[in-house]
């Protein structure tokens, strides 16, 4: 039937992708029969070791957006697609020197924990719950639409279809396994797609004799723009635009929810700095095997893949994977083409399993349990709303997903998203935990401003803005980052100082015990 199969020879990734979900969906079971308390279902009893929680934070890192939108991007745009890559390295470094032992000392279940220690907690909760929201609302869009893409354009199912199948299994890990699913689900994924990229970019170079430098020269060549591909411009013409967006990576991972909560998962902070330096390998190897993906797409594919590899480039890395394999139509490359695109779908369903399960947690424990009951709804009901957000989280995002359809890079997309974390949850955020002096106003001024002027100026950007004009727009920069992030600090600076409220009390109890660990939750046994 059409609207199952759009060619015989699909069936062939449309049964890799069905062994990935039953992969999953056995880790599930598995992870549910662990699964009862709060703490088991939000942060996997905190049992999860250094480096287990290393590949899953680099699992979480390693989306579809960045495996196959860095891929695409790197194609269409060579040495400006790889912005983003080179970012990502460098986004850990506040991460680890800010956050990642003080989040994990701080707090219990959410971002919005360690915001609220110190602060009033109703409205910080609130307002950090909103944050957490938005920013996984931007970054769940992109993998739903990266999932449509990818399962229409490898297995033949029709865009809809695809997105709900996703959505369907993201919601099973998350109901049924919680974190401890989640987790491992992004273990068995970060090493699937550490194997997959190490393969295909090795019989890249394999190709030009294991020289780089002959793979930058083919691709060159296959380039209408010739030496410019592999020079600054091409995607950001404006230097500018490439500063933005390098900023809203660098920092936004640090106010990204799915990556801080991870930190909740290890036993002491000395874990959640050793998971740090795990995942900085691990991503660090994955970009500069992506690297010599996305120039291999360039010179193996040429010009004549650019239609069928999409108009964001997402299927590049695939049809790559299939010419290395033997060609459309060969055993080889159907069976590579099938193992990479099942990769790729087994990335989604991680990274959306973690988006939602932060979503989730933002809704049950900060807005039902200690905004709407006070801190007095008990472990089982906690749980049951986290499901229940969990599954409304889940079904906005796959009807959002089919509305926006799939023309947009989901690199860029994940780009927006990051630049919303770096404005409004990051300032917030890192104040809370180093200014004697921040205060409640400051953080809902500081986290309203940051929503507000990057969503606004994304809206006015060139790439969204709907005017007749394709390059222009009332904001002229693709990524408002350069301008909304210091409009987050700025905002909470002043709404401290414009305020005569004062949270200055339990700040040393809050940096004792950020620094020590002293009163930190402890690990459960499981």
Not at 130 to 138: E, K, R
Not at 262 to 275: E, H, I, K, L, P
């Amino acid at each position: 039937m059409s609207f199952v199969l759009a060619a015989s020879v699909k069936a062939l990734p449309l049964a890799v992708f069905g062994l990935m979900l039953a992969i999953t969906l056995g880790i599930t079971y598995w992870a549910s029969k662990r699964t009862s308390t709060a703490t088991e279902f939000f942060t996997a009893g905190r049992g999860i070791s250094p480096l287990q929680n290393g590949l899953a934070v680099a699992g979480d890192y390693m989306s579809a957006a960045a495996f196959l939108g860095v891929s695409g991007l790197i194609f269409l745009d060579g040495f400006d697609g790889y912005v983003t890559g080179v970012a990502a390295l460098a986004s850990f470094v506040p991460i680890l020197l800010l956050l990642a032992e003080r989040m994990r000392n701080s707090g219990k279940f959410t971002m919005a924990d360690v915001a609220s220690f110190r602060l009033n907690e109703r409205p910080a909760r609130t307002a950090a719950a909103i944050g957490t929201l938005t920013v996984v609302g931007f970054y769940l869009i992109a993998q739903m639409i990266a999932a449509g893409t990818i399962v229409e354009g490898l297995a033949g199912l029709k865009y809809p279809i695809a997105v709900v199948i996703t959505g369907g299994a993201m919601l099973a890990y998350v109901l049924f396994g919680g974190m401890l699913a989640t987790t491992w689900v992004q273990i068995t994924k970060a090493v699937l797609l550490l194997s997959g990229v190490l393969v295909m970019a090795v019989w890249v170079l394999g190709k030009f004799s294991f020289n780089p430098f002959n793979v930058i020269d083919a691709a060159v060549s296959k380039s209408k723009d010739h030496a410019a591909y592999m020079a600054p411009g091409l995607l950001f013409v404006k230097p500018l635009d490439t500063i933005s967006t390098g900023l809203a990576f660098v920092l936004g991972t640090a106010g990204l929810p799915h990556i801080l909560i991870r930190f909740f998962t290890v036993r002491d902070s000395r874990a959640a700095r050793g998971s740090v330096g795990w995942a900085v390998v691990f991503i660090g190897f994955f970009y500069i095997m992506a690297a010599v993906i996305g120039i291999g797409c360039r010179a193996l594919l040429g010009p004549a893949a650019e239609t069928e590899a999409g108009k964001g480039g997402n299927l590049a890395a695939p049809l790559l994977a299939q010419t290395l394999g033997g060609g459309k139509g060969t055993t080889g490359g159907d069976i590579f083409f099938a193992v990479i695109s099942g990769v790729a779908f087994a990335t989604i369903l991680a990274v959306v399993a973690g988006l939602v399960i932060s979503a989730s947690g933002a809704v049950a424990h900060d807005i039902w349990t200690n905004v709407i009951k006070h801190d007095q709804a008990d472990e089982q009901q906690e749980v049951r709303i986290g499901r229940i957000a969990a599954v409304t989280v889940g079904a906005i995002a796959i009807v959002l997903a089919i509305l926006a359809g799939k023309g947009f890079n989901i690199q860029f997309l994940v780009g927006l998203a990051f630049s919303v974390a770096a404005s409004a949850n990051f300032p917030a955020l890192l104040l809370a935990l180093s200014w004697r002096r921040f205060n409640t106003s400051g953080a809902l001024i500081g986290v309203a401003v940051g929503l507000i002027a990057s969503i606004t100026l994304i809206i006015l950007s060139p790439s969204v803005w709907p005017g007749p004009d394709s390059e222009g727009g009332p904001f002229p920069l693709q990524n408002p980052a350069i301008v909304s992030i210091p409009l987050g600090f700025i905002a909470c600076v002043l709404g401290t100082l414009l305020s005569g409220a004062s949270s200055e009390e339990r700040f040393n109890e809050l940096r004792v015990r950020s620094e020590t660990g002293y009163g930190s939750e402890s690990a459960e046994a499981t």
